[in-house]
């Protein structure tokens, strides 16, 4: 089956500073890459997503990449903010609505 | 529109015992799918039902059991608990069929802590 990893576990950075997740994945047959947030205590929430026919998608601070050939993708966060702290997870998905998750990133910004 | 629903929020059992848990999709999402939630293994994928049926399943043993309603409703029961059983039980509904990747969208979970 499907293997997701995630790096790094824990993230800090200065508030207005970047930062950037990364996660790759095994099975070429996966072709749809959510990213979710989960703030303490809450829900994950779907941020963004990247479908493999997409190489690069923005949504304001938050882009992700994906490199079908290295099987590898990446969020970035730009001007990060307080609210921006949570833990982010990565996935990927071959067709079905069955997520293979990462392990998490706990991004910390510092005010 | 309403959000993915579960109930309950918390529940406390004992090791032998078993346990059901509910959720209520957003209205017109026909696929249901649940996830288990630790600290250890993170997210991890039970199964998924679209039109009362099992569409996927994950690694999980027999004790992990679902279904889902003409409504689409979802129950999932868990018999036997062991100690290992503790953790955030998530449900998550999707609007386009199986198969279309389409984005899901999280209940606030059931955490299930087995004594």
């Known amino acids: 089956g499907e293997n997701v990893e995630q790096h790094p576990s824990t993230l800090s950075v200065q508030e207005g500073d970047s930062a950037v997740i990364k996660c790759t994945y095994s099975d070429s047959a996966s072709n749809y890459f959510p990213w979710y947030k989960q703030e303490l205590g809450k829900r994950p929430q779907l941020i963004i997503d990247i479908r493999s026919n997409v190489g690069e998608k923005k949504d304001q601070r938050i882009a992700v990449t994906l490199n079908k050939t290295a099987k590898h993708f990446s969020l970035h966060i730009t001007e990060t903010q307080p609210e921006d702290s949570a833990v982010y997870f990565c996935a990927a998905s071959g067709g079905a609505n069955n997520l293979f998750f990462g392990t998490g990133t706990r991004l910390t910004v510092i005010p | 529109k309403a959000g993915v629903t579960q109930t309950p929020r918390y529940l406390i059992k004992t090791r032998g015992q078993q346990v059901t848990l509910s959720c209520s999709p957003i209205?017109?999402?026909?696929?249901v799918s649940w996830y288990q939630q630790t600290p250890g293994q993170g997210l991890q994928f039970l199964f998924e039902?679209?039109?009362?049926?099992?569409?996927n399943k994950g690694n999980f043993p027999g004790r992990f059991s679902g279904r889902q309603f003409s409504n689409s409703r979802s129950e999932m029961n868990v018999s036997t608990l062991e100690l290992g059983d503790s953790a955030l039980y998530l449900c998550?509904?999707?609007?386009?069929?199986?198969?279309?990747?389409?984005?899901?969208?999280f209940g606030n979970g059931t955490r299930l802590t087995v004594t």
């Open positions: 209205s017109g999402h026909r696929s």
């Open positions: 998550a509904s999707s609007s386009l069929l199986p198969g279309s990747n389409s984005p899901l969208h």
């Open positions: 039902y679209f039109s009362e049926t099992q569409r």
